[in-house]
Nanobody
Framework: QVQLEESGGGLVEAGGSLRLSCVVS????????MGWFRQAPGKGREFVAA?????????SYLHSVEGRFTISRDNSKNTVYLQMDSLKPEDTAVYFC???????????????WGQGTPVTVSS
């Protein structure tokens, strides 16, 4: 059974940084495209970033986070990261990682999901 576990969320002031991690167990991590999504209070879950399965994977970002967030992966550690810099109050949300065999996508069409880690950015 594939399991995803996020960590690294917390409270940070506007302009600060956080790095989220997501460890995948029970599957073949190197074959999965990985995505990060977020859900703010009272809103739907939205795509944030994705990376293909290759070690030097191609990446894609939500326009509003491009240049501030960086997704990366370490296939030797079965881990995907989301480095978040220059955080803004509107980045406040629960952040979820997700995995799917094959190609990356901006949609929620991922097979496996973590439980989420909360990020709060104060103004």
């Amino acid at each position: 059974q594939v399991q995803l576990e996020e960590s690294g969320g917390g409270l940070v002031e506007a302009g600060g940084s956080l790095r989220l991690s997501c460890v995948v167990s029970g599957g073949i991590f190197s074959t999965y495209a990985m995505g990060w999504f977020r859900q703010a209070p009272g809103k739907g879950r939205e795509f944030v970033a994705a990376i293909t399965s290759d070690s030097d994977g191609m990446t894609s970002y939500l326009h509003s986070v491009e240049g501030r967030f960086t997704i990366s992966r370490d296939n030797s550690k079965n881990t995907v990261y989301l480095q978040m810099d220059s955080l803004k109050p509107e980045d406040t949300a629960v952040y979820f990682c997700a995995a799917r065999p094959g190609y990356m996508t901006h949609t929620r069409d991922y097979d496996y999901w973590g439980q989420g880690t909360p990020v709060t950015v104060s103004s």
